[in-house]
């Protein structure tokens, strides 16, 4: 069962327990395509519906993202704030490449073969208006552990943490109740890392592999994945990602991955943490996990509420008034984080949009 937020806006599904199986998409739109792929968006909750009725135990789902490129191509609006292609991380030793990617799609479910037909259908209804530039199937391995053996995800924030850490508020310089996503795909040298012994593993991380605890923090080397991916601002209120990796791999081939994905209301949480892993925080105290993982893919894409989804050109005329409203204090009194964490948007039964509030400006922020 889907909910709105009070703000009226119904958010993807962003949030839900880890799934056990995903597809990640990326695409590209073939110039000339952008109003093929515009009207497509609006079709994906029916595509969702159609594939997931079949199993609804099964918790279908697909969370839409698009990139900076494509936004210019497709809107004449400009970009919300915290929307622009990839930065790339050039660290001394190693680098997080910005990849070309239009749209995504993550796909989730409890069953592969549904996230594989669904992936299927939407790439098919399609046809040739894009080209699948990266494809990966990611799996639950045991224990929710990623493929270098160490369980994954258990420091994301929860219920309304996660809420308040993902979805943009009303008022904001963002459409409300939106999100940004940055994907990486990671190929582990498991050779190297497996020759390490468990105590060089766990200080790699600054987690403990069996137990599936924290590092006190004294212990925590400062070139630790925790270390550097905890990020608190002058006042000292940490912020939070939500990330749902999945592992990859095919024994033919060698190849064993994590798949990333980050979602946050403030993307420059993510970046920070990715400047901190691969340039390092000093500079040159970069991340030990990297002398094992490569980055081989890198983007970032706006995920907008359902609302936006099923009919982008209505909520972007609908967001042109709202700025006056926006800069009322009383539209501020529907801020998400003041409310109880919604059900989230599940694709698969979008509640119907309500526009009684506006999504927020499309202002750039000042930096
Ligand atoms: C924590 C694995 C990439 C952000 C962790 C933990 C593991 C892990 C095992 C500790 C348990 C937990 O999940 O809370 C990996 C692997 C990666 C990867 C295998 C890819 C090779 C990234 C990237 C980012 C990131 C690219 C950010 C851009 C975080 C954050 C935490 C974390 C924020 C929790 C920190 C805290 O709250 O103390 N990761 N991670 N990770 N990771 Fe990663």
């Known amino acids: 069962m889907t909910e709105a937020f009070p703000n009226g806006k119904t958010p993807q599904h962003v949030l839900g327990p880890p799934a056990p199986a995903a597809v990640f998409l990326v695409l590209t739109v073939r110039s000339g395509a952008e109003a093929e792929a515009k009207d497509f968006l609006g079709d994906i909750a029916g595509v969702v519906r159609s594939v997931g009725f079949r199993a609804r135990e099964d918790h279908l789902s697909c969370v839409t993202g698009i990139g900076a490129e ?30 070309p990617g ?73 459409p409300a109740s939106s999100t940004y996503v940055i994907v990486q795909k990671y190929t582990h040298d498991m050779a190297a890392w497996e020759a390490l012994s468990v105590e060089d593993q766990e200080a790699a991380f600054g987690w403990y592999k069996l137990s599936d605890m924290e590092f ?75 002398d094992f993982s490569t980055a081989q893919t890198g983007g970032l894409f706006f995920v907008p509420s359902q609302d936006f989804l099923d009919d982008p050109d209505g909520e972007l005329a609908a967001a042109e008034p709202s700025d006056a409203q926006n800069d009322d204090p009383a539209s501020a009194s529907a801020r998400v984080e003041e409310t109880d964490p919604p059900n989230p948007a599940s694709a698969d039964d979008p509640a119907p949009a309500d526009d009684s509030l506006g999504i927020g400006s499309l202002r750039r922020r000042d930096q």
């Open 70 to 99: 494509l936004w210019d191509r497709m809107f004449d609006a400009p970009r919300p704030a915290g929307l622009h292609p990839f930065i790339e991380q050039r660290g001394d030793v190693h680098t997080a490449p910005s990849t």
């Open 102 to 174: 239009d749209l995504l799609f993550h796909i989730r479910a409890r069953r592969m073969d549904l996230c594989f037909e669904l992936a299927r259908q939407l790439v098919g209804e399609l046809g040739d208006a894009v080209s699948v530039v990266d494809e990966v199937h990611g799996f639950r391995y045991f224990d929710e552990r990623d493929i270098m053996g160490f369980v994954d995800g258990a420091e994301n924030p929860e219920d309304q943490e996660a809420v308040d850490s993902v979805f943009t508020p009303t008022g904001g310089d963002d």
């Open 216 to 290: 006190p923090d004294e212990d925590k080397a400062p070139n630790s994945h925790l270390i550097l991916n905890t990020i608190e601002d002058e006042d000292g209120i940490e912020h939070k990602i939500v990330r749902d990796n999945m592992v990859f791999g095919s024994v033919e081939s060698g190849e064993f991955g994590t798949y990333f994905i980050g979602c946050a209301a403030d993307v420059s949480v993510t970046e920070q943490m990715l400047e901190n892993m691969f340039i390092g925080n000093p500079r040159g105290t970069y991340d030990r996990i990297l």
